[in-house]
C-alpha cells in the first residue's frame, strides 16, 4: 500500500516538475524578445542621434549663410550712402555754376541797355545763354543720378530691414501671422506630425502652430526639429478637440498667442520714441536726415547749406512740398531688439532658433 501511495506522490511531484520547466521556457522566450526589443530601440535611438548632428551642422551652416548676407548689405548700405553724397556735392557745384551764368547774363544784358558794341555784347549773350542750357542740362543729369543712388539706397534698406525682422523672428522662434502649411503626415502613437515647410518655408524652432479644418482650430503643434524643406511638431498635450483628430492634408497656420512674441510697439533701443497717441499730428512735416549720413549709426558732419533742389534759379514756380519724410536715414537697421518697456525686468528673448529643441517635461 505504501509503495502505491509512494508512487502516486512522485507522479505528482514529477508532473509539477514538468509544468515549471515549461512556464520557465515561456518565461525565457518572453525575456529574449524583450532584450531584441530593447536593442532595436538603442540603435533607433542612435540613429535618430546622428539625423540630429546632422541636422545641426545644417542650421549652422543657414546661420552663417544669413549674416554673411546681412555683412554684405551693409556694405552695401554703406556704399550707396557715400555715392548719395558725391552726387549732392556735384549737384551743389553745378546749381552754383548755373548761379553764375546767370548773374552774368544780367550783366550783359544791362551793359547792352547803356550802350557799347552790340554785336560783340549780343556775341557774348548767345555763348552765355549756350553754357546756361549745358549748365541746366548738367544740373538735370546729376538731378535724375542722385534720385536713382536714394532710390537704390532706399530698397537696400528695406531688403536690410526684411533680413533683419526674419532672423529676428528665427531667434525668438516666431512665424510669420500669414504663415500657412499643410501636414504631410502624423503619427497618432507619438503625438507627432511632420509638415511640408521648413526653413525654406518660414518655420523656425519653437514656433507655436494650430491645426485648422475649416474656421476651427483642432489642435496645437509645437515644432521641435526644422529641416530645410520639411519640419516636425509636436502637438500640445490637451490641445486636440474633442471628437477630432489630425489627418493628412490638414491646414496649418501661425499660433494666435505666440509664447515667445515681443510686444512690437515698444521701440527699439537707438530709435526715437513716437509720440504720444493723444497728441495732434504737427502741420510742418518732420524734416528727413541727410542723404550722406551713415545709416549704421556713426554721426554724419552738419553738410554745408545749399539751394533748395526743388528751387528753379530762373524763377519759375517752386514745385509742391514734399510728402512728410521718412525715418531718419541714421537709424541702425542692424540695431539690437527691442528693450523691455519701463519698470519691468523682462528681458529679450534670445533663443536660437538654428538649436536644438529644448527637452520636454
Known sequence: ?????????????????????????KDLAAERDRESSAKNNIKAAQDRA?????????????????QKDLTTAKDETVKLAAQVQEKETALSVVKGNLDQQQQNVTA????????????KLV???????????????ALANQTQRAASAKENHDNLVAQTTKLR????????????????ARVAQYFPEWDVAILNKGNSGGVFANADLEVKRGQNVIAKLKVKNVEQTGSVAEVVPGSIAEGQRIQNGDVVVASATQSAAVEKSQPAANDAAPPPASTAPSATPPA????????????AAAPAAAPAMNSDPFGAAPA???????????????GAAPAPAPGTTEKPNTADPFGAAPPKN
Open 1 to 25: 500500500m505504501l509503495w502505491k501511495i509512494l508512487s502516486v506522490f512522485a507522479a505528482a511531484c514529477l508532473g509539477a516538475s514538468c509544468y515549471f520547466a515549461w512556464s520557465n521556457q
Open 50 to 66: 546622428k539625423e540630429g548632428g546632422e541636422a545641426l551642422t545644417a542650421k549652422q551652416a543657414a546661420l552663417q549663410s544669413v
Open 108 to 119: 550783359l544784358e544791362k551793359q547792352i541797355e547803356e550802350a557799347g558794341d552790340v554785336e
Open 123 to 137: 556775341a557774348q549773350i548767345e555763348k552765355l545763354k549756350r553754357d546756361k542750357q549745358e549748365a541746366e542740362a
Open 165 to 180: 525682422d526674419a532672423e529676428v523672428r528665427g531667434r525668438r522662434g516666431i512665424v510669420d501671422p500669414e504663415f500657412t
Open 288 to 299: 528727413q536726415a541727410p542723404m550722406s549720413s551713415d545709416p549704421f549709426g556713426a554721426p
Open 320 to 334: 509742391p512740398a514734399a510728402a512728410p519724410a521718412a525715418p531718419a536715414m541714421n537709424s541702425d537697421p542692424f
